[in-house]
T-cell receptor
Framework: NAGVTQTPKFQVLKTGQSMTLQCAQDMNHEYMSWYRQDPGMGLRLIHYSVGAGITDQGEVPNGYNVSRSTTEDFPLRLLSAAPSQTSVYFC??????????????FGDGTRLSIL | LAKTTQPISMDSYEGQEVNITCSHNNIATNDYITWYQQFPSQGPRFIIQGYKTKVTNEVASLFIPADRKSSTLSLPRVSLSDTAVYYCLVGDMVTGGFKTIFGAGTRLFVKA
């Protein structure tokens, strides 16, 4: 089972460059989300989506864009990379059930360095 | 969203039982309590979830008192491989606005 797949695993960018972090899940989950984790810190929610065509902002959305054209894919775009965006980025997915808080499945992360 | 408070770090020895307590004084009626484990260079992994009383699985137990203002994750007979960061989350995917918020977590270090 592939679960949640993130690509690339590592990336180095120069300030001002743009790039897209890819996230795909094969579990038919409605809910997908992006987090960033800075060294020694917890995860902070960037954007999330409750289904194809629906996205919303999390705690730290500035400098990032997302789209959800399919259930499977939820790419994260850095518009103009800044050193402050150096971090590890995690994508997660879960079912969206009305009855309970569904645990999220996380990818292995993308380690992004911006020079 | 209910805010959670956990100890920043804990030390233990192999074979001991470890209890990590999380405070969530403002927990709402529909909120569930979920614990995740994160190893270095990996994404968080779901451990256990509960609403009230006690929940047990093959990895851990979760104790929730009647007032639900706190919860305790219990790891029986820890080993070196249990060294990780443990996160307590409180929320409800439907009425909580779908925002799952992680705190700083508790860093557990298991010694030989």
């Amino acid at each position: 089972n592939a679960g949640v797949t993130q690509t690339p695993k590592f990336q180095v960018l120069k300030t001002g460059q743009s790039m897209t972090l890819q996230c795909a899940q094969d579990m038919n989950h409605e809910y997908m989300s992006w987090y960033r984790q800075d060294p020694g810190m917890g995860l902070r929610l960037i954007h999330y989506s409750v289904g194809a065509g629906i996205t919303d902002q999390g705690e730290v959305p500035n400098g990032y864009n997302v789209s959800r054209s399919t259930t499977e894919d939820f790419p994260l775009r850095l518009l103009s990379a800044a050193p402050s965006q150096t971090s590890v980025y995690f994508c997660a997915s879960s079912p969206l059930a009305a009855a309970s808080n569904q645990p999220q499945h996380f990818g292995d992360g993308t380690r992004l360095s911006i020079l | 969203l209910a805010k959670t408070t956990q100890p920043i770090s804990m030390d233990s020895y192999e074979g001991q039982e470890v209890n990590i307590t999380c405070s969530h004084n403002n927990i709402a009626t529909n909120d569930y309590i979920t614990w995740y484990q994160q190893f270095p260079s990996q994404g968080p992994r779901f451990i256990i979830q509960g609403y009230k009383t006690k929940v047990t699985n093959e990895v851990a137990s979760l104790f929730i008192p009647a007032d639900r203002k706190s919860s305790t994750l219990s790891l029986p007979r820890v080993s070196l491989s249990d060294t990780a960061v443990y996160y307590c989350l409180v929320g409800d995917m439907v009425t909580g606005g779908f925002k799952t918020i992680f705190g700083a977590g508790t860093r557990l270090f298991v010694k030989a």
